[in-house]
């Protein structure tokens, strides 16, 4: 029993166990080397408590992701503009269907950095290995919006956990940006995770304006999450 001046040991084993969470990381030895530095983000559905990370020296900031419940209609919630966008898609004859294309999607990907006149900060080699990771492991999908001639005009990659599906990356083709083709995309992945019972899809893009702009033609819900890291001992500021 725990008494009135006694601390509650529920909590006690909670802080207890702080420094313990993230160990793995911490003691990680290239976490220790000269130009390296490490990101966890505390997103949706882990914990919030970060303080094991600063304790140990790391530094902390505050994210936002965008989260859509999918208990609800989601043709009902989105904006005026998105419904527009999703209809003029279907007048175009635009679809969207799973279909995995990792060399697509690398070419969408450079097609959508040569839009803002910069390049992947990413090589072909790393993208193409964990699109192989996420296909193999059965880790996630992917998901094109094709025209009626079977251009692919956009391309997202969704990851899942056991309660939540995460746009991890999404890429377009310039030429199609008109078509209104992300927004039918999005709209009918959101719709396939609602039917596979996920409560939510993490539509991410909470941290960069131009991002924000179109997820939030979904009015889905703006959510602050954790983000902590740490660079090597050398490592300039």
Same mark, same amino acid.
């Given at each position: 029993?725990?008494?009135?001046?006694?601390?509650?040991?529920?909590?006690?084993?909670?802080?207890?166990?702080?420094?313990?969470?993230?160990?793995?990381?911490? %003691?990680?030895?290239?976490?220790?080397?000269?130009?390296?530095?490490?990101?966890?983000?505390?997103?949706?559905?882990?914990?919030?408590?970060?303080?094991?990370?600063?304790?140990?020296?790391? %530094?902390?900031?505050?994210?936002?992701?965008? &989260?859509?419940?999918?208990?609800? %209609?989601?043709?009902?919630?989105?904006?005026?503009?998105?419904?527009?966008?999703?209809?003029?898609?279907?007048?175009?004859?635009?679809?969207?269907?799973?279909?995995?294309?990792?060399?697509?999607?690398?070419?969408?990907?450079?097609?959508?950095?040569?839009?803002?006149?910069?390049?992947?900060?990413?090589?072909?080699?790393?993208?193409?290995?964990?699109?192989?990771?996420?296909?193999?492991?059965?880790?996630?999908? &992917?998901?094109?919006?094709?025209?009626?001639?079977?251009?692919?005009?956009?391309?997202?990659?969704?990851?899942?956990?056991?309660?939540?599906? /995460?746009?991890?990356?999404?890429?377009?083709?310039?030429?199609?940006?008109?078509?209104?083709?992300?927004?039918?995309?999005?709209?009918?992945?959101?719709?396939?995770?609602?039917?596979? /019972?996920?409560?939510?899809?993490?539509?991410?893009?909470?941290?960069?304006?131009?991002?924000?702009?179109?997820?939030?033609?979904?009015?889905?819900?703006?959510?602050?999450?954790?983000?902590?890291?740490?660079?090597?001992? %050398?490592?300039?500021?």
């Amino acid at each position: 029993m725990v008494g009135s001046g006694s601390p509650d040991m529920r909590f006690l084993g909670r802080e207890m166990r702080l420094n313990d969470c993230p160990e793995f990381v911490i %003691d990680f030895p290239e976490c220790h080397t000269p130009r390296v530095l490490f990101k966890v983000s505390y997103n949706c559905g882990m914990t919030s408590d970060v303080r094991g990370f600063t304790r140990n020296g790391w %530094d902390a900031k505050v994210y936002y992701t965008y &989260m859509l419940p999918t208990d609800r %209609d989601v043709s009902e919630h989105i904006s005026k503009n998105a419904r527009r966008s999703i209809r003029k898609a279907q007048k175009l004859g635009v679809t969207a269907t799973e279909h995995f294309d990792a060399e697509t999607y690398w070419e969408l990907t450079k097609n959508t950095f040569a839009k803002q006149n910069s390049q992947p900060p990413f090589s072909k080699k790393h993208l193409m290995n964990m699109l192989d990771a996420i296909r193999e492991k059965n880790l996630g999908e &992917m998901w094109v919006a094709k025209t009626p001639s079977g251009e692919v005009a956009a391309a997202e990659v969704i990851v899942c956990d056991s309660k939540t599906a /995460h746009r991890w990356s999404a890429a377009s083709a310039e030429e199609h940006l008109n078509t209104g083709a992300a927004s039918l995309l999005l709209s009918e992945v959101v719709t396939h995770f609602a039917e596979r /019972h996920y409560p939510s899809v993490n539509l991410m893009a909470g941290n960069m304006a131009r991002l924000s702009a179109f997820i939030a033609t979904f009015n889905p819900d703006l959510v602050p999450y954790y983000g902590v890291e740490r660079s090597g001992p %050398d490592t300039p500021s």
